[in-house]
């Protein structure tokens, strides 16, 4: 499996180069600036840090954010991850990484609100849906964005649709979250590129709003106004500017994709 969380680079010369989260995510950052046991490295655009984020906010821990300018990587972050990338997690002496790592650890805590459910089998699939999403979701969301030619563009963006297509027919038929009315491990896995959606590749490559009244439609309200996705996401122009890089020079130029999943 890719290192997912690698994904983190682009010329730190360029505009699209945001160093700080800004709206309701600055507004949390601040609130959790003091020092603290267990600190969350971060940097503001990074969809992986924002599950990490989410997770802290939605079982209401106690902790510190640390933002991290990824070209000025700080030795505290360093001696947690020697390779500098975020997100990456220190709780006391004790340091790790990866983001869906740091999801299950933060589960396993047993402190706050419980992201997996009791039951195994429905604990494997939260695993297994997972595991599409990083296997299959994210992956095709860059290939999406940074694909060039219009054929290209067309491709992806099909092959992106579908693969959110499966992961809505799995889940719960009632919702809105995958496994019913509560926001639970495969939400938080999948928000931050819901988030996304409507701020980078609508802009960027013409990607439809959900059909009003589907499955889709319905699980991407749920996600866009539950309070820790709010609290963690920053203003729109903020990511439409972290996203130019991938973007391109066809950013002007996007094939409408419907995304009727």
């Not at 802290?56 to 972050?77: G, I, S």
């Not at 749920?222 to 996203?243: C, F, G, M």
Request: charged share 30%; with cysteine.
């Amino acid at each position: 499996m890719p290192d997912l969380d690698a994904n983190q680079g682009g010329d730190p010369n360029k505009k699209t180069y945001n160093k700080k989260a800004t709206g309701n995510a600055l507004r949390t950052a601040e609130a959790h600036e003091a020092d603290h046991d267990l600190k969350l490295f971060g940097s503001c655009f990074c969809p992986f840090v924002h599950r990490v984020w989410i997770s802290l906010e939605l079982k209401q821990l106690d902790y510190q954010y640390v933002e991290v300018d990824v070209y000025r990587k700080p030795q505290l972050l360093l001696d947690v991850n020697p390779r500098g990338l975020v997100p990456a997690l220190r709780h006391g002496d004790w340091g790790c990484y990866e983001s869906t790592v740091l999801m299950e650890y933060l589960e396993d805590l047993g402190e706050g609100e419980p992201l997996l459910p009791k039951d195994p089998k429905l604990r494997a699939l939260s695993r297994l849906w997972s595991d599409h999403i990083n296997r299959h979701i994210i992956p095709n969301f860059y290939r999406y964005l940074q694909a060039q030619s219009q054929k290209d563009q067309i491709d992806h963006g099909e092959e992106f649709k579908t693969q959110i297509g499966k992961l809505v027919d799995a889940a719960d038929e009632d919702g809105p979250f995958f496994l019913g009315s509560s926001m639970s491990f495969v939400d938080v896995q999948f928000a931050p590129w819901i988030v996304r959606m409507r701020r980078v590749l609508k802009p960027y490559r013409g990607w439809s709003d959900p059909e009003p009244g589907s499955r889709w439609a319905k699980w991407v309200d749920a996600i866009e106004n539950h309070e820790a996705v709010k609290a963690t996401t920053s203003d729109d122009q903020l990511y439409l500017d972290s996203y130019e890089r991938y973007a391109g020079k066809s950013a002007s130029s996007a094939v409408i994709v419907r995304s009727k999943c």
